[in-house]
């Protein structure tokens, strides 16, 4: 319910695009309502006046937007604290209001939205209801700043699902129906905060009981309420015919200035089209060559106002035997003794095409509808999670029919996570700064939850799943936060754990390429956590450190790679008790082998982790193991330094685990790794062990699943 406008005076103007305020007019949009939450003196401290520069950023508004013929509104959100019966407040509230007239301001309006019912024992006893207060003080105000001829009220019941008991029995509307002016503008929203529809019929109970036609405001494109969401689709849903029965439509739009072309222009058709008494539900409706010609004018206006220098990003290389643009291939080895001098940058990577354009729009559309592209990620994601039985080797054999329609949907589904990488990559090195920034955040969260996704599908594909825990999250579409990224993350078996999915995005957007895959025999995988020289047995660390997770438990390894190869692994042992005993069975023995103990000319370092390999298993006690069956082992490469890769590569080992009925996990760490434990601590790790109860040193760290 939190309401911005659909612009602030704080957005930046480039001089190498319209204005807002140039853009507004030229969509034929006519009126700007002020009443941004980065001004503390819109409501929180609404009793104070503006500074003299601030006086003068707000004058400098005022007469941009009155030169652009837009009508300026300001609005003023004293709800939260004002004592309506108190003469020094409704002073202060005309004084504030007087300093934006003398701006130059000739339209307002007063926002009772989103506050408490109740009163103050002083007004209770002034007032006889919380609707009369409001109107007392609205109406003084109006006639104070001389019956404006735009004068907007929101009332506190502003949408049919606030209202108490239903909107025509209400006593709080029944009041401002009543006694506020007749020339005061009532706003309202629909039959919810966020309306799917809005048509005649629905607006004419509201009408009826407010005496005057409403002036709509719109939250359909408003994504304050969830740091997830991005709303790029079409003004749709609203009849066209509505225009004679409103007083105006304000679109409450993105908080994120360039995510509105579509939104403000498709608006602007909309205006058009009920001005010209057409029929039809407006763009949007079922109009796609309409929607694709505006997803196209979009891609050419981020062309226009990429300034010229800027359309390839300096420092990208293209990966040598491989054409610009390609996707990430499954490596088997490589990264062996790369530099991290410019490792795994995007190549060849140009502006967004109008496919990518589509795909980015597909993916963020509208609050009760998703786009083609989300559809089918959804609907693939969740047809291969429930018919996973038909691939795994623990089932009976399924016909070779429904094994290729599983394998084809599950090819689909992978592509289409990798051209999400792709349009990660094309937005960060291709679009221009201010496009950059203010798509970023989405595309990077629903990047990491494709990587996620297509590493589960790989995963079940190998058949390794069991089917003990595939359920995931069962709930509707959109009664949880996230949009696509959330209702793929419901899907996933971990779905539920948000400190797994939800964390800010890196400062400086990168445009790397990763994919994250399960492990394969032919991989060529050696840790880095250790830097010890082993000139006699070089394979010693691997085989201590990797070695008997790759070999014992194959199925629950998943590789990091970028475009030069592997740069990262996550080990993972479902049961750590039968893990110990199948490796003192076999692996142990392996090992003496392979290092035998030859007098004086064995390296003295090389058995003393020999010895290691010894303690390594069996030590962790029962109750530990009881509650946190499963182990992890992390590694990458020093200078991977996306953090947030490192989780999602973390986060398909947990869904993998989870899937086959884990319900906890551990991981060792050394004390002085200390970003090795800021790291799992911010992903719900917290320490179950210390050094001091055991005979080693490790910190264990344990979260439940």
């Known amino acids: 319910g939190d309401l911005h406008t659909i612009l602030t005076f704080s957005l930046p103007m480039s001089p190498l695009s319209m204005s807002p305020c140039a853009r507004m007019q030229h969509w034929g949009l006519n009126t700007y309502l002020y009443g941004p939450k980065d001004d503390l003196k819109h409501r929180l401290l609404w009793r104070e006046v503006y500074s003299p520069e601030e006086e003068g950023q707000l004058r400098t508004l005022i007469a941009e937007a009155q030169s652009r013929g837009l ?61 009369h207060a409001q109107v007392t003080v609205t109406n003084e105000i109006y006639r104070f700043l001389g019956e404006p001829p735009v004068f907007l ?24 129906g009543e006694d506020l002016l007749p020339d005061i503008t009532v706003v309202w929203t629909g039959s919810k905060v966020i309306s799917r529809k809005l048509s005649v019929d629905c607006l004419a109970e509201v009408e009826s009981v407010l005496q005057r036609p409403p002036l709509i405001w719109d939250n359909l494109h408003a994504n304050d309420y969830d740091s997830r969401r991005l709303f790029l689709g079409p003004f749709k849903g609203r009849e066209p015919q509505l225009r004679s029965n409103l007083r105006g439509l304000l679109l409450n739009p993105n ?12 608006l602007g058709s909309w205006y058009r089209a009920g001005k010209e008494e057409r029929k039809g539900e407006g763009i949007g409706g079922g109009k796609d060559r309409k929607a694709k010609g505006l997803m196209s004018s979009w891609k050419e206006e981020v062309m226009r106002h990429v300034p010229k220098g800027e359309k390839k990003r300096p420092n990208q290389s293209v990966q040598p035997n491989q054409p610009p643009g390609s996707k990430p291939l499954a490596h088997s080895g490589g990264g062996k003794g790369q530099k991290a001098q410019g490792r795994g940058l995007c190549g060849g990577k140009g502006l967004l095409s109008e496919s990518q354009v589509r795909l980015l729009v597909g993916l963020h559309y509208l609050p009760h509808e998703h786009g083609l592209s989300a559809q089918k990620l959804l609907q693939d994601l969740t047809w291969l999670k429930t018919n996973c039985h038909l691939v795994s080797t623990n089932s009976k054999k399924a016909p070779p029919q429904k094994i290729d329609e599983w394998r084809g949907r599950a090819s689909r589904f992978m592509s ?54 595939l359920l995931g999250m069962e709930s509707e579409p959109w009664v949880f936060k996230g949009g696509v990224s959330g209702e793929v993350q419901m899907l996933l078996p971990i779905g ?26 032919k991989d060529k995988v050696r840790s880095h956590t250790h830097m010890f020289l082993f000139t006699a047995h070089p394979d010693v660390i691997g085989d201590r450190c990797l070695g008997p997770c790759l070999a014992l438990c194959p199925e629950y390894s998943f590789i990091l790679e970028d475009e030069l190869g592997v740069c990262g692994c996550v080990l993972g042992i479902l049961d750590v008790r039968s893990f110990a005993k199948r490796c003192q069975v076999s692996w142990m023995p392996a090992m003496r082998d392979k290092y035998p103990s030859k007098g004086g000319n064995t390296h003295s370092n090389t058995q003393d982790l020999i010895q290691l390999m010894e303690e390594d298993q069996g030590e962790y006690p029962d109750s530990l193991l009881y509650h946190f069956p499963s182990q992890l082992r992390l590694d990458a490469l020093p200078e991977l330094v996306d953090i947030s890769v490192s989780r999602t590569l973390l986060t398909a080992l947990l869904t993998a685990l989870k899937a086959n009925g884990s319900q906890g996990v551990f991981c060792e760490v050394q004390p002085t790794d200390r970003q090795r434990l800021e790291f799992l601590t911010k992903l719900g790790f917290l320490e179950i062990l210390r050094g001091e109860a055991r005979s080693r040193e490790g910190v264990v760290l344990g979260r439940l699943l």
């Not at 908080?255 to 498709?266: D, G, K, R, S, V």
């Not at 291709?430 to 589960?456: E, H, S």
């Not at 400062?507 to 394969?520: A, G, Q, V």
């Open 71 to 131: 009508k300026f509104v300001y609005a003023l959100s004293p709800g939260q604290d004002i004592v309506f019966s108190s003469s020094c407040d409704l002073t202060l509230l005309k004084r504030k209001l007087r300093q934006v007239s003398d701006l130059g301001c000739q339209a307002f309006a007063i926002l009772f939205d989103d506050i408490d019912h109740s009163m103050c024992q002083a007004d209770s006893e002034a007032f006889s209801s919380f609707a």
């Open 153 to 176: 009220f929101c009332p506190t019941e502003y949408c049919g699902s606030l209202c108490s008991p239903s909107i025509s029995k209400s006593p709080y509307l029944q009041t401002i």
């Open 255 to 266: 908080c994120e200035f360039e995510a509105n072309y579509i939104p403000l222009h498709t």
């Open 416 to 469: 289409l996570c990798e051209d999400i990488a792709q349009l990660h990559c094309s937005v960060v090195g291709g679009a221009n700064r201010a496009v950059l920034y203010d798509l970023y955040p989405y595309v990077w969260d629903l990047r990491n939850m494709a990587l996620v996704a297509k590493a589960f599908i790989c995963w079940l594909g190998c058949g390794k799943s069991t089917g003990a825990d």
């Open 496 to 521: 539920s754990s948000n400190d797994l999915f939800t964390h800010p995005p890196p400062l400086f957007p990168t445009s790397r390429l990763y994919n994250i895959r399960p492990y394969h025999g």
